[in-house]
């Protein structure tokens, strides 16, 4: 034996030796001591359920806008002269705020003030001439007549041979110029009524025009439409600005409101707490409370998306607010029966709550969020749980690994209704394995 081990190669004898050892030392070992390892159950927290007419609240968020906010552009070109105001003060209707160059809008204005004297003169001069025209149609009348008696004897004059025809032909022309002085006459006496009325209109555009140049030398002093606060300059002194160019902006403080989205969800509460009357809103804003009410629903909703706008007042007096300052509202809804108001770590999902049934195992219910509330300082979720009649178990700890049929060791929660005793499955119950 000895003779055909030493036949062997060194490495494969070490490698033999290695597996022979291993193997013994495998088949010969001592057993190792065994002891129960007791079961592990998750210690959670719940409460009772208690299904009750609570008044959800929800929370929106929106900003403070006015009803009443103007920015003012120019209408005339000119150059910026002044301006008193700036951005964040506070100005009073009527109060001067940008003061521009009114040298053009003054020569404009002349200039117009001189047409219309020029159209008034000349609407007074056609009734001068048609009064001159009335009084002088007789004589024209008279002298047309003349002229053609005078034609008519030395007409006769002439077949007598007593005239020469040079005389006749003057006669015949002086009929003739005597005829056109009165169709003139009587011309200018017929298109009096075209030219007064032609005269009146020119009149007319230049007093229109004379107003205008008077509105525009006014517009020059940019003043404020209402009591409100300043948000934007948007020009500089010595600027020169065009018609339709920003100047400045402002918003009538005294007239606040709060524009927030309310979701689709709760409009038809909404809009039956409209109707009712019953709806309470609030808001804090540095520091105070403010009590809010909704006034109406936006009529509009191209922007909106999942709900419609809802705009607020301030009822308890308007506050020093900035235009589009964020603002968080609390809206509560009218009452509704059977809700449950619970911590939100007792949701599961959005839409699913696990009880603790009596040999502590977990049971999975829908459950359905209809708003928040307030208790004691501590928000709670209002949620509709149609299979819960009172007294369950509620389990209120987040568990990562919650399954339907997991047991658990519940415990009632600090302050909660919850007196039932905490019971804890017996370690020899064989139910509880790998649940």
Known sequence: MRERLKQIPPVPRVIIGTLVTILLLSVF??????????????????????????????QLFGRVQSPRAASLTAVVTANVADIPVRSGNRV?????????????????????????????????????????????????QKLAQLAANNLERLASLRGKKLVSQIQLDEAEEAKARADLSLAQRQL???????????????????????????????????????????????????ERVR????????????????????????????????????????????????PLK???????????????DGLFEFTGGVPSAALGRPITITLTLPARENLLALPATALYGLNRLYLID???????????IVGEAMDSGQSLLLLKAPELHGGERVMITQLPQAIVGLSVEPQPAPGSNADTPSLAPEESDPAGEGQ
């Open 294 to 308: 909704l006034k109406r629903l936006a009529g509009d909703a191209a922007d909106a998306r999942g709900g419609i």
């Open 29 to 58: 070992k001592p057993a190792a001591d065994t002891r129960d390892t007791p079961q592990h159950y998750d210690r959670v927290r719940f409460v009772l359920a208690d299904p009750a007419s609570r008044s959800p609240q929800i």
């Open 358 to 368: 009596n040999d502590n195992r977990l049971q999975r219910t829908p459950a359905t």
């Open 92 to 140: 009073s209707e009527g109060e001067l705020l940008i003061q521009l160059d009114d040298t053009e809008t003054a020569l404009a204005r002349d200039r117009a003030k001189a047409s219309r004297d020029e159209a008034k003169a000349q609407l007074q001069t056609t009734r001068l001439r048609f009064n001159s025209d009335k009084e002088n149609l007789a004589l024209e």
């Open 188 to 238: 200018s006496l017929s298109d009096y009524r075209n030219e007064l009325a032609r005269m009146e209109a020119r009149l007319a555009s230049a007093e229109a025009q004379l107003k205008q140049a008077e509105m525009d030398l006014a517009r020059t002093r940019v003043i404020a439409p209402f009591d409100g606060t300043i948000t934007n300059v948007a020009v500089a002194p010595g």
């Open 243 to 290: 018609p339709g160019e920003l100047l400045i902006s402002l918003f009538a403080d005294t007239e606040l409101e709060v524009r927030a989205q309310i979701p689709e969800r709760h409009l038809p509460a909404v809009r039956d707490g409209l109707l009712q009357g019953v709806l309470t809103a609030s808001t804090i804003l540095e520091g105070r409370t403010l």
